[in-house]
């Protein structure tokens, strides 16, 4: 029987912030339950923060997540702040804002989803 590996959001962390964007980096936890090993072609994403989508994209990385296992994926994104251009200068001040963050990891015959939501704070 053939059971689809588990996938959770670990960690979501905010980098540095400015006038035209920032940076993020998410690490997604992927457990493989079965016996034999798990090939991922890649994933698919979108980060909203305080409720306005600042980062969207998929991005092909192939991984083999081994027999029973489970493997750390960090992925690093640059956050585009044209549309939330008057939420910036709250944001710097309080440093703490909320997110969400969802995507999907492809495998060869499906793709699962994952979700996350959260208060962050940002780095100084």
Known sequence: ??????????????????????????????????????PLSGFDYGLSLNGVPVARGD???????????????????TLSFGNMINMLPGLLRSRQLNYQLDGSVHLPWFNIPFKRAGTTMLSR
Do not use: C, W, Y
Not at 25 to 37: A, E, K, Y
């Open 1 to 38: 029987m053939v059971e689809p590996p588990k996938v959770q959001v670990h960690k979501v962390q905010m980098g540095k912030f400015n006038l035209s964007g920032g940076t993020a980096t998410f690490v997604l936890d992927i457990q493989n339950p079965n016996s034999f090993p798990i």
């Open 59 to 77: 991005k092909e990385k192939n991984i083999t997540i081994r027999a029973g296992g489970s493997e750390k994926v960090a992925v690093p994104l």
